[in-house]
């Protein structure tokens, strides 16, 4: 008999839609080798899971490649950020200041 395995999940969402798959994989797979085995890479043409950034429960890991599953785990693919949220904020505080300015 081979390796005992463990099953784990991998999450990924967009604002209209969550995807949640389940997996069985060999004790000793790494967040990183999960998530390129979930197939969700097939769903959302784009995604890269080879370089998306990861989390486990919410939180995020710097070291995918390194990080190995426990049984019962849900890695979550995050998506890369579009626009920088420091810019963001900024660029709302001022479209909200010159809004309070006009009226």
Same mark, same amino acid.
């Given at each position: 008999?081979?390796?005992?395995?463990?099953?784990?999940?991998?999450?990924? #969402?967009?604002?209209?839609?969550? %995807? &949640?798959?389940?997996? $069985?994989?060999?004790?000793?797979?790494? /967040?990183?080798? !999960?998530?390129?085995?979930?197939?969700?890479?097939?769903?959302?043409?784009?995604?890269?899971?080879?370089?998306?950034?990861?989390?486990?429960?919410?939180?995020?890991? #710097?070291?995918?490649?390194?990080? %190995? &599953?426990?049984?019962? $785990?849900?890695?979550?693919?995050?998506? /890369?950020?579009? !626009?920088?949220?420091?810019?963001?904020?900024?660029?709302?505080?001022?479209?909200?200041?010159?809004?309070?300015?006009?009226?």
């Amino acid at each position: 008999m081979g390796e005992p395995m463990i099953a784990v999940e991998v999450a990924y #969402a967009l604002a209209d839609r969550q %995807v &949640l798959v389940r997996l $069985e994989v060999p004790h000793g797979t790494t /967040a990183r080798q !999960a998530a390129e085995q979930s197939g969700l890479a097939a769903e959302f043409p784009g995604l890269d899971l080879a370089n998306s950034p990861l989390g486990i429960f919410g939180k995020s890991v #710097a070291k995918p490649e390194e990080r %190995v &599953l426990e049984a019962g $785990e849900r890695v979550e693919v995050y998506r /890369a950020l579009i !626009a920088d949220p420091k810019e963001v904020r900024k660029q709302r505080a001022a479209k909200a200041a010159k809004a309070r300015a006009g009226e």
